[in-house]
């Protein structure tokens, strides 16, 4: 009787459980004209297995998951084997677990555990306000999130969202490695030997809300963060007899006030995003970065033109890299079209307000039976080298990749 009872009560439960998969393998072959001072590599090629599975036992929980496994020719890949959770190393990890959360939704609340992404902003190209979102720039044109480790709770009633995220452990972005062409050293670095001594990580936690307000026609949100700056600042000194200069990475704290906003009008949707940026770390810029763009949609096209801008109020290191602030001051553009079911093609731009700089990415994209998608595009980087842009005009590159998903 008791085992016919515990079935009887399993059963709905069975029931209502489901499980998903999905992955992909893609290989990726990137040609570059031209060498570098630290980089005479001209041909990278990347492979990249993920599997993304998913279990939800109710209505109410889903718990996900994502696993990568990576190699590459040119040493951006770590050669440990290991299975990577923090994401705190220089390079990418060979295998990673690159997403592992528990969701509970109930009601108006959402509560999500674990590994995950975090996305804030409304922007396209340049979201000021996005905190929780590292992103691996080794290449620094063709970047991906990285997840952070949090708790998130979302509490949604009418047309009001409050967000809440705490993040017990920082998440630093990747930058471009010393030895490979995407650090971009000055010609007149290639003599000294830099010897790197590590990075000084964050111990705190991480905090931020936003509270978003869907108003019918239009849309806004307010967004406070208390944290990390994610991209590192560096201290160095040069070591006699004067050929070597050891430097450390460190991650200034930062607060964060900011919001955004989206307006529909007849011929086009406005959107505008901006940020203002706070730190009590004496070598910490404070300033304030914006985004402002007009998006609209014509058949199969879809046009995004903008401008972003930045106003610094405290400057005290110029020692940085920064690709959010770097594409400050510049014009920003996307367009795409949808040719069928099958085919796409994208163009995006991004050209500095002085001519000093500009990215110019096309792209295009095939899809053949239910598994198969090629890509054949082109990136051209040109500009002065004391631009943020123009210092990677040796990088312009073309890129082949092939997907098989299942």
Sequence with gaps: MRLAALLAFCAPLCAQSTFTQRGFVETRTTA??????????????????????????SPNWVFAASFDARADTHRQVSREWSLNWRDRGLMRPAFSVRRASAAYHRGGWNVELGKQFIRWGKADIL?????????DFLSVTDNDFLAVQ?????????????????????????IPLLNQRWAALPDEAAAPRFIDMGSRLPGRAQFGARFNRNAGPYEFSLVFFDGFHYLPLFEGRLKPPGLEVEFTRFYPSLRLYGGDLAVPLPWFTVKAEGAWFTSRSPGADEYALYVVQLERTVGEWVFVGGYSGEAVTQRRNPSGFAPDRGLADAFLGRASYTMGPRRSIAFEAAVRQSGDGAWLKSEYTHTFGRHWRAVAGFTLIRGERTD???????????????????
């Design 388 to 406: 943020f842009l123009g210092q990677y005009r040796r990088n312009s590159h073309g890129l082949l990749a092939l997907r098989y998903s299942f």
């Design 150 to 174: 949090a708790a998130r709770v979302t509490y949604e009633r009418g047309g009001n969202t409050i967000d809440l995220v705490a993040s017990p452990q920082f998440t630093p972005s990747r």
């Design 32 to 57: 570059y004209p031209q060498a570098t001072v630290n980089d005479s590599g001209r041909i990278v090629n990347e492979t990249l297995l993920r599997w993304e599975p998913a279990w939800q036992p």
């Design 127 to 135: 979201n000021p306000v996005d905190r929780f979102a590292p992103r």
